[in-house]
């Protein structure tokens, strides 16, 4: 019984998730690219912008802040985590998935 509930969630937030991507532009901001679901959220993501023919905007002053924190305190779990996200978008942007987009 609750891994039905649990499924039919899954399939709810899925079905609203694509209303999104095929009816909007989404911006996504620093934090939620350095947050630790980050990953999953693009394996999500990434085949609804190509059935949609959508990206995701970066707006640039997150892809500095990434930047920033990448540059900084060499060594430290954001400095890491930093580095891990920007390889991600430049692969993504690569792959027509993401956008990086002035204020």
């Known amino acids: 019984m609750a891994s039905e509930n649990l499924d039919e969630r899954k ?3 899925r079905e609203t998730l694509e209303q999104y991507i095929k009816e909007y532009r989404i911006f996504i901001d620093t934090c939620s690219i350095l947050h630790e679901s980050a990953d999953e959220f693009w394996r ?9 023919n959508n ?6 002053r997150s892809w500095e802040e990434l930047v920033k924190h990448a540059n900084s305190k060499a ?4 400095s890491y985590r930093a580095e891990s ?8 942007r690569k792959e027509g998935y993401i956008e990086i987009r002035g204020e």
């Open 75 to 78: 060594g430290s779990a954001l």
């Open 85 to 92: 996200c920007i390889q991600k978008i430049q692969s993504l």
């Open 11 to 13: 399939e709810s937030v």
């Open 55 to 60: 990206k995701i905007i970066v707006p640039l």
């Open 44 to 52: 999500a993501v990434c085949p609804l912008l190509q059935k949609y």
